[in-house]
């Protein structure tokens, strides 16, 4: 992917409906489109926004070659000026995006662009790519990491992984969601994310023993040696070659940082008679690490169990997201301007109540109670609306709009800040790490209620009381409609 031109990782249609509005005279037209989702994956309380790094990079260097113009070309479909106007294509446009690791809900716009409609329709795919699987890796990341209570995660799914970037990118997003470190070596060398790693079984087979195996192991690497116990049996050799071999290679020189994995098995009843061949030992100091196929489920029944187990490794259903491999997140217009800058509101219709849109070029509010911090609710405003936090505000529960909310004593805070303004970045990209542990602490101000696995409460995102007049006059407006 290194050598391609991302500027033509696009849907085709997105190219067809650009030449045509070349052709209309809708070229500069501005455009208002929102990248949000409707469902939050596994049924949980809320997602985490991932992804807007890799959107900054992809509209910084955004351009079409001479070998892109061709290949279009050569579709025959094109108007030559419009191929002429890709050649000097560049975005101009303002991109407005709630931070990465931010806590995010259903209809909420998580990015907004305002630019020219071409401009708007070509970037739509990649924004839409980069946004939907890093939100959905993070998002199972940290639902993963909450279950292990505190005890170390790890990312182990590049193998796994659907592709050379989804195992890099992905373990990225598993680092914003929570987990301390990755298999992966690129995703290290690329984004600092710390990448670690024991042994395979290949290795211990390698060796005439596995007494051999493990002690040749522990002289080369002392520092951090983790030996995988259950190539042959778990509890009859592999723990007791490990615990020699601690006692007679690491032990001597002074040095307590070193580990077994439970790779297969009964994880619960194995780490728990591990620990105690451990501790039978003298080894307290050493750790359990486990891995085998895990998620946030088996985890959470692992420490229900009393699971002897320090650190997990969690692969192909975290790195693939595979009880719920897709986000959802969609682009929609969500407003136009008129020859005099008048911002136009436009909505989406449906049959289906939940793909109507949110129309307007909008603010997104979320609220804190003073006293506990607590996140109490989201709003939806009109771009141009201020909150006045000196006054109660009454916030409608959003799938029983009869129960309210009425907010007092509370701070406003907009969530979308500038990415982009007229092409230019005006944003300054965070480290990872001060990233992972934003997301860290604006977890935190949500309720216990909102986290939970199974029916999480509803956290409430509603439409200011002006939003909600401009939406339902254009739903009356539709009606009308043949």
């Known amino acids: 992917m290194d050598r ?20 209309s005279g809708l070229c500069d037209k501005i455009t208002y489109f929102d990248v949000f989702f409707r469902t939050v994956p596994d049924g949980g309380g809320f997602a985490i926004a991932a992804g807007l790094e890799q959107v900054v990079k992809y509209i910084k260097e955004l351009h079409f070659t001479k070998e892109d113009i061709d290949y279009l070309r050569g579709k025959g479909l094109f108007d030559q000026e419009f191929l002429n106007y890709l050649a000097d294509f560049r975005f101009t446009g303002d991109i407005y ?3 990465e690791g931010t806590p995010v809900f259903p209809h909420e716009p998580i990015l907004t662009v305002r630019a020219p409609a071409i401009q708007a329709q070509i970037i739509e795919t990649y924004i839409l790519l980069c946004i939907n699987h890093q939100s ?15 005890r170390v995660v790890l990312e182990f799914g590049a193998r796994r992984a659907q592709g050379a970037d989804g195992a890099v990118i992905g373990a990225r997003a598993a680092y914003i969601g929570g987990c301390a ?32 195996a493990f002690k040749t192991y522990c002289q080369i690497y002392p520092h951090g040696a983790i030996l995988l116990v259950d190539t042959y049996n778990t509890l009859k050799s592999g723990v007791p070659n490990a615990i020699q071999v601690f006692k007679e290679v690491l032990l001597p020189q002074g040095i307590n940082d070193f580990a077994i994995r439970l790779d297969s098995g009964d994880i619960s009843y194995l780490s728990k008679k591990a620990r105690r061949m451990l501790d039978d030992a003298g080894l307290q100091c050493c750790k359990i690490v486990a891995s085998n196929s895990l998620d946030e489920y088996l985890i959470r029944d692992l420490m229900m169990q009393g699971a002897q187990i320090d650190t997990f490794g969690v692969g192909e259903r975290l790195i693939t997201a595979a009880s719920t491999p897709v986000f959802g997140g969609v ?52 771009w141009d609306e201020t909150v006045d936090t000196s006054a109660p505000r009454t916030i409608f529960d959003p799938e029983a709009i009869w129960k309210t909310k009425t907010l007092t004593n509370f701070t406003a805070r907009e969530l979308q800040i500038p990415i982009f303004k007229n092409g230019q970045c005006v944003y300054s990209l965070p480290a990872l790490k001060d990233i992972q542990s934003y997301c860290a602490q604006q977890i935190e101000t949500l309720w216990d209620e909102v986290k939970r696995f199974e029916n999480p409460h509803t956290y409430y995102v509603d439409l200011s009381k002006r939003l909600w007049d401009v939406k339902n006059k254009l739903l009356a407006e539709a009606k009308g409609v043949n």
């Not at 391609?4 to 052709?23: P, R, S, V």
């Not at 470190?181 to 290795?203: E, K, R, Y």
Request: charged residues 20%; neutral net charge; glycine residues 8%.
């Open 4 to 23: 391609q031109n991302l500027g033509m990782l696009t849907d085709f249609y997105e190219i067809t409906m650009a030449n045509g509005y070349f052709k």
């Open 97 to 99: 995006a709630v931070p």
């Open 136 to 150: 959905l890796i993070a998002t199972k990341a940290n639902r993963i990491v909450r279950s292990a209570q505190g």
């Open 181 to 212: 470190g990755t298999s992966c070596v690129l995703c290290d060398q690329l984004f600092g994310v710390p990448a670690g790693g024991t042994m395979a079984h290949s290795w211990v087979q390698m060796f005439d023993s596995e007494y051999e």
């Open 331 to 382: 682009y929609k217009l969500a407003a136009v301007e008129d020859n005099s800058g008048n911002i136009i509101p436009k909505i989406k219709i449906s049959e289906n109540t939940a793909k109507i849109t949110n129309p307007h070029f909008k603010k997104l509010y979320r609220y804190y109670d003073n006293e506990s911090g607590k996140a109490l609710a989201d709003e939806l405003c009109v």
